[in-house]
């Protein structure tokens, strides 16, 4: 199954925090179901990984809000503890837009709403953005 997009905006589990993931699925099962959003899984990748590897049947639920961006940033902020650098990094990859662009003919969001979205300075994000452009 497909990643969507916007869950692809985080890093995935990796390491000894997936192998703790792993053994906790298989534990104790799932807890929540996977979210799914135009046939692909919005949130709980790292959760269907970890079913896979325990041998776990994953369960599965259709997404119903108005604003999956809001949703995955929201669920995956309380999860994960990122320092700021991190959350720059995750709102120039929502961060889309170029200085003077048509919204509505580029898919993203203005570096304004990424940079509140994750709290984070605008200045920030366009820094973080200019390192996944051209590098350090």
Same mark, same amino acid.
């Given at each position: #199954?497909k990643f969507h997009p @916007?869950?692809?905006?985080?890093?995935?589990?990796?390491g000894?925090d997936?192998? %703790?993931?792993?053994?906790?699925?298989r %534990?104790h099962?799932?807890h +929540?179901?996977?979210?799914?959003?135009?046939?692909?899984?919005?949130?709980?990748?790292?959760?269907?990984r970890?079913c896979?590897?325990?041998? *776990?049947?994953?369960t599965?639920?259709?997404?119903?809000?108005? =604003?999956?961006?809001?949703?995955v *940033?929201?669920?995956?902020l309380?999860?994960?503890?990122l320092?700021?650098s991190q959350?720059? #990094?995750v709102?120039? $990859?929502l961060? $889309? @837009?170029?200085? +003077?662009?048509?919204? =509505?003919l580029?898919e +993203? @969001?203005? *570096?304004?709403?990424?940079?509140?979205?994750?709290n984070?300075g605008?200045?920030t994000v366009?820094?973080?953005? %200019?390192?996944? %452009?051209? +590098?350090?």
């Open positions: #199954m @916007l869950a692809n905006i985080f890093p995935l589990v990796e000894p997936f192998d %703790e993931l792993v053994a906790d699925i %534990e099962g799932l +929540g179901p996977i979210v799914l959003h135009e046939g692909m899984i919005l949130d709980g990748r790292n959760r269907l970890a896979i590897a325990a041998g *776990i049947e994953p599965f639920t259709a997404y119903t809000g108005d =604003d999956p961006v809001a949703y *940033i929201s669920l995956n309380r999860r994960r503890h320092d700021e959350r720059a #990094m709102a120039a $990859k961060a $889309k @837009l170029r200085d +003077g662009q048509r919204a =509505d580029v +993203g @969001l203005p *570096i304004g709403r990424a940079s509140a979205l994750l984070v605008e200045r366009a820094r973080a953005r %200019e390192v996944q %452009e051209h +590098g350090a």
